[in-house]
């Protein structure tokens, strides 16, 4: 898809972090900019910074996406391009024993379903909201009517001790990403999804200093963080290249997590 003023976008979680930087990378190339996110705050003042637009948005919320969406739309138009950077972590095993009393404790439910309420329906909830948006447009010279990349993790196939609800969610993403694409493929939008491994994000950044130098250690080549800005460049290439479809691509500099 060729990149201008004539294309909108939506970046939700775009805030901050990997969407962020995607919201800027897009506005870079003249793309009209729509963000949602919880932070009304940072959103705004994002969007004010790139002449976009702003709605707090809760993913979990069929109301507020649908308002979202139609708020944005009436200030930038119809999106050709949606961005799915929305997410939230959690670290809990399936079951274990207290370290102090020996007491076995399973994985509250209601944390398990949060966060695949957000990370996997969420995400769904705003490509059937986005695409259905996308069909109602004509399609450009190259076929094409809209591009849609969604935010894994490597924690999708490398989910490690305490990662199951965040694991299981983002291998929901995964798995989503072919059948969508396929359930695309006579509309001319097409889906695909990155798998980022350990990245400069706000959440990862309030790590101790010992423990993100570690981190960066373990990972093979280049032997650093990923900057939001090399997610923001791949996700650009995934809107502009026509061919690419269906793929899931890990960007985590060849890191494969371990036990814990």
Known sequence: MKLGSDIAAVVTGGASGLGAATARALAAKGVRIGIFDVDAAKGQALADEL????????VTSDEQVEAGFARLRGLNGQERILINCAGI?????????????GEIRMHPMGRFIRVIEV??????????HSSAGMMTLPTRDDGERGAIVNTASIAAEDGQMGQVAYSASKGGIVGMTLPIARDFNAEGIRVNTILPGIFETP???AAPANVLEALAASVPFPKR?????????LAVAMI????????DVRLDGAIRMGLR
């Open 119 to 128: 990370n996997l329906i969420g995400a769904f909830r705003c490509i059937a």
């Open 225 to 233: 963080l990923g900057k939001p800005e090399e997610y923001a460049h």
């Open 51 to 58: 002449g976009g637009a702003f709605a707090r948005v809760d």
């Open 240 to 247: 502009e290249n026509a061919y690419l479809n269906g793929e």
């Open 203 to 205: 959440l990862m950044l």
């Open 89 to 101: 972590a959690d670290a809990i095993k399936t079951a274990g024993r207290d370290r102090k009393t």
